[in-house]
């Protein structure tokens, strides 16, 4: 069953060009999913404090089909799909109106913080009727070429303003922040995020960042932490804002 939540954009939503960022998008997103956890009976810090639990983002796509600016009355759906094993789904759709402005599809795992180990979809404490996936397929898998055939671009001190209370950088930082290491980006509007999680990155850890660019106006990038371990793999679509609608 899908769930609904209503906002109204505000202007702190929106970059140089007067355009919501592709992060606050995912934010609201989320958001939604936590209202939407909330209805159910319970809430993300009851989850963590009474049952020891914890979801953690593993992947997500996600397509923004048309721009939002400040002030716009916005309706942002989400709803569970039917999951099982170690993968919970979950679906977003943002709506201005009846126009769709983006959309999402997100893998999350359920985390046993005491032992620190993957809990099976059966172990959800709670009930939430589970509804149909979006029509439109949106891929999550993220297959990046060699890190050899990539460039580094930077380095990213993860810092202050990145964390939330699990002390590792909140999953809707991280479109900002490619978007940071696009060249260009004023010019142009991400169109398309997908962001798959192999590693956490927490606070005061420096990340390599490494990017290549396709023909088709994508960006595939890869975080790497001083221990050599790859902790995000990412793709961002891209386009001129003088050719998107």
Wanted: aromatic content about 10%.
């Amino acid at each position: 069953m899908k769930f609904t939540y209503h906002y109204q954009t505000k202007w702190h939503d929106t970059d140089a060009n007067r355009e919501v960022r592709p992060s606050q998008i995912l934010a609201y997103m989320q958001e939604t999913s936590n209202y939407h956890l909330c209805s159910a009976g319970m809430s993300l810090d009851e989850l963590r404090d009474r049952h020891g639990l914890a979801f953690l983002l593993s992947r997500v796509a996600m397509k923004i089909y048309t721009p939002l600016h400040t002030n716009e009355e916005i309706d942002v759906q989400t709803w569970v799909c039917e999951s099982r094993g170690l993968s919970f789904h979950r679906c977003f759709r943002v709506l201005r109106g009846s126009e769709v402005i983006a959309e999402a599809f997100t893998v999350w795992a359920l985390m046993d913080l005491g032992g620190c180990k993957l809990l099976p979809v059966t172990a959800f404490p709670y009930n939430i009727e589970p509804d149909l996936p979006l029509g439109q397929e949106l891929s999550s898998r993220v297959r990046l070429p060699s890190i050899d055939l990539m460039q580094k671009v930077g380095e990213r001190k993860i810092v202050y303003s990145d964390i939330d209370y699990n002390g590792h950088m909140n999953n809707t930082r991280y479109p900002d922040m490619l978007c940071d290491f696009a060249p260009d980006i004023r010019s142009r509007r991400a169109v398309g995020v997908t962001l798959s999680f192999l590693n956490e990155a927490a606070y005061g850890e420096v990340m390599s960042v490494y990017r290549m660019e396709r023909a088709t106006g994508e960006y595939c990038f890869r975080t790497v932490n001083k221990e050599g371990k790859t902790c995000l793999e990412a793709y961002l679509q891209v386009e001129p804002i003088d050719t998107v609608q």
